[in-house]
C-alpha cells in the first residue's frame, strides 16, 4: 500500500525567509503528487501536481515542487514566504488505477508565517 | 475544476444518533470519495463512493458504521451511524475527474456531544 511521510509538524518561519517543506512517498510504481493547502477556516487547494515530464513543477502562489524518483521525494519550496502563506500543507500520492486510484494523504504540516 | 455542494456544512449531534451528509457535484464524474479529518490530523480516505454498486470501505471503516449510497453519477451521501464523540470530525465528499487529482467539498463538520 502507498504512504505518505512529511517530516516536519510544524514550522514557523518570518516573511521573506525561504520555505521547504520535506514530503517522501513508499510506492514503487508510476504515481501523481501533489501538494494542497488548506488556509484556516477554508477547504483544501490544489497547490500544484506532477503527473510526467518536468519534474520541477510551479504552482500557484509562487510555490514549485520538484519531484526526484530515486528518492522518492516531492518537496514543496517557496523562495520568501508571505504571512498570508500561513496554512497546513498536505503531500499526497496517487498510485493510479492498479492501486484503487486513491489519493493518500500525508499527516500535514502546520506552517505559522509571522510577520 | 468541479463545484461540489456538502449538507450540512456543521450540525451538532446527541450521541447515538445518526447524520446523513449529502455532496452534490455539478457534473458528472466518475470517482466520488468520502474522507474524514478528525481535529489536527491529515484526511483519511474512508471509501469509494461506487455508482450503482456498493461502497469500496478502507480498513478499519465498515458498511454499518458508515453507509454510503451513490445512485447516479452527481450525488452520494454519507451516513454516520451510532455517534459517539470520536466520530467528530470533518467529513469531506471529493471527486476525481480521471486525471488523479481531486476536487473536495467545503466539508461537514460534525460535533457529537
Known amino acids: 500500500a502507498q504512504s505518505v511521510s512529511q517530516h516536519n509538524h510544524h514550522v514557523i518561519l518570518s516573511e521573506a525567509a525561504s520555505l521547504e517543506l520535506g514530503c517522501n512517498y513508499s510506492?514503487?510504481?508510476?504515481?501523481?503528487l501533489f501538494w494542497y493547502v488548506q488556509y484556516p477556516g477554508q477547504h483544501l487547494q490544489l497547490l500544484l501536481k506532477y503527473f510526467s515530464g518536468d519534474p520541477l513543477v510551479k504552482g500557484i502562489k509562487g510555490f514549485e515542487a520538484e519531484f526526484i524518483k530515486s528518492k522518492f521525494s516531492f518537496n514543496l519550496r517557496k523562495p520568501s514566504v508571505q504571512w498570508s502563506d500561513t496554512a497546513e500543507y498536505f503531500c499526497a500520492v496517487n498510485a493510479g488505477f492498479a492501486a484503487g486510484n486513491k489519493l493518500t494523504f500525508g499527516g500535514g504540516t502546520r506552517v505559522l508565517v509571522k510577520p | 475544476s468541479a463545484v461540489i455542494s456538502q449538507k450540512p456544512s456543521r450540525d451538532i449531534c446527541q450521541r447515538g444518533t445518526s447524520l446523513t451528509i449529502q455532496c452534490q457535484v455539478d457534473?458528472?464524474?466518475?470517482?466520488m470519495f468520502w474522507y474524514r479529518q478528525q481535529p489536527g490530523q491529515s484526511l483519511t480516505l474512508i471509501a469509494t463512493a461506487n455508482q450503482g454498486s456498493e461502497a469500496t470501505y478502507e480498513s478499519g471503516f465498515v458498511i454499518d458504521k458508515f453507509p454510503i449510497s451513490r445512485p447516479n453519477l452527481t450525488f452520494s451521501t454519507l451516513t454516520v451511524s451510532n455517534l459517539s464523540p470520536e466520530d467528530s470530525s470533518i467529513y469531506l465528499c471529493?471527486?476525481?475527474?480521471?486525471?488523479?487529482?481531486?476536487?473536495f467539498g467545503e466539508g461537514s463538520r460534525l460535533t457529537v456531544l
Open positions: 457534473s458528472q464524474v466518475t470517482m
Open positions: 510506492y514503487g510504481g508510476t504515481v501523481n
Open positions: 471529493s471527486v476525481d475527474r480521471v486525471t488523479g487529482e481531486l476536487f
